[in-house]
Each structure stands twice: as C-alpha cells, then as structure tokens.
C-alpha cells in the first residue's frame, strides 16, 4: 500500500489502513485504525499518551514522505483504595493470656499502591509493617501479638483498631475488633468465709440436734 501510520502504542501490522486510496489530492484525507489494550501503568500513570506519523510515497520520483508526529492523551480512571479486616481471636481469653493479631490489608483499587503501611499499636512485638508496592487485589499483612493486662480484665473486653493508609490513599482506613475478657473465677472474702463457717456451723448443729431428739 502507497500509505501506512505508525504508532508508538501498536505494533504496525496492527494498524488498518484499508480506506487508504492510491492516491491522496492536495487536502484530502482518510482514516486508519487500531485497537490498544489499557495497561496497569496506563492506571497507574492516570493517563495515555501515544504518538502516530503517517507515511506515503510520492508518485513523481516514489520517494517516502513523512508527516509531522501527532500525539493524543486520553485521561484514564484511576481509583485507589485500600480495605482493612483485623482478626481476633476465638473464645475469651483470661489474664495473661497472648493472643495473636492478624490484620490483612487489600488494594481494592485499579492503581499500584506505594509504602503501603499497615499499623496496630497495641500489638507488642511489631506494631506496623510496610510494603513497598501493592498491586491491585494483592495483600499486606501485619502479624502480632498482645498479652491480655488486668486493665482489660477489668474492661471485660479489649478494643483494638488497626489502620492502613499508602502514598496513594492518605486517609487512613481502619477496622476495629472487641475482644471479650473471661471474668477469673470469685475468691470469697474474710467476711464471706465467716458467713460460709457460721452456716455450716449452724447446719451442723441443727442436725446435731435433730439425731438428739431422734434417740429419745
């Protein structure tokens, strides 16, 4: 064919030129096509930008000539977001028991995430783990633990919120979980067990009592 276009997006048998005439007058014009595949840089980058010239062949002396490069940006979605779920452990641990936090954080949006930071302060051996990257649908997780304090036995529960925020998502997203305290078993007080021993006391002598007046 007398005329092609070149694009830096499409590969060049890619390129459909299939109304192109055999000759083209002095200010006349015809369209080609190609289709292009959005990319996860596209995403990331917000938007697209390709450059195309077109070539022909002059019929006097079948020399190449070349158009002026012409380039088009077309905006692209981006949506970044991160979800956050913190899991608890199962049951109601009592005082001095470690229980082990997992806190998961997804990018459950369309661009790669940067220094994706995960965080739970109350965790004791890492409280925040960072990762670099994160592609979309992938995960970052936070491993941890926490040893139960009489303050929660007294609270009758642990209330734990963990947080994820990125170079992309700057408001921090969190999840909150409560863990319910096992109360520790009572242990009766001085006065209690003189109540207990009076009781007994009493108990044992009415029937004390009533083996007396059964043996008269």
Do not use: H
Not at 5 to 25: G, Q, R, Y
Not at 27 to 33: P, W
Not at 57 to 79: F, H, Q
């Amino acid at each position: 064919a007398p005329f092609a276009v070149t694009d830096d997006k499409i590969a060049s048998n890619a390129v459909s030129c299939s109304s192109a005439p055999n000759e083209l007058a002095t200010g006349a014009s015809f369209t080609c096509t190609a289709s292009y595949l959005i990319t996860q840089a596209d995403l990331d980058d917000g938007s697209v930008t390709n450059k195309a010239v077109a070539t022909g062949k002059n019929k006097n002396d079948d020399t190449t000539v070349t158009s002026l490069p012409d380039s088009e940006t077309i905006t692209v979605k981006s949506a970044p977001a991160l979800s956050l779920v913190k899991s608890a452990p199962a049951g109601s641990p009592t005082l001095g028991a470690t229980l082990t936090y997992t806190v998961t954080a997804t990018n459950s949006g369309n661009t790669t995430q940067n220094n994706v930071v995960v965080s739970d302060p109350m965790l004791t051996n890492d409280s925040s783990w960072t990762c670099d990257t994160l592609a979309p649908n992938a995960t970052c997780v936070l491993t941890g633990t926490y040893v139960v304090k009489q303050a929660d036995v007294d609270a009758g529960e642990i209330v734990n919120t963990a947080s994820v925020e990125s170079a992309q998502v700057a408001r921090k997203v969190t999840d909150t979980r409560v863990t319910p305290i096992e109360p520790p078993t009572p242990i009766p007080t001085l006065s209690e067990w003189a109540t207990i021993l009076l009781v007994l006391l009493v108990m044992g002598m009415a029937g004390w009592r009533i083996r007396e007046l059964r043996g008269l």
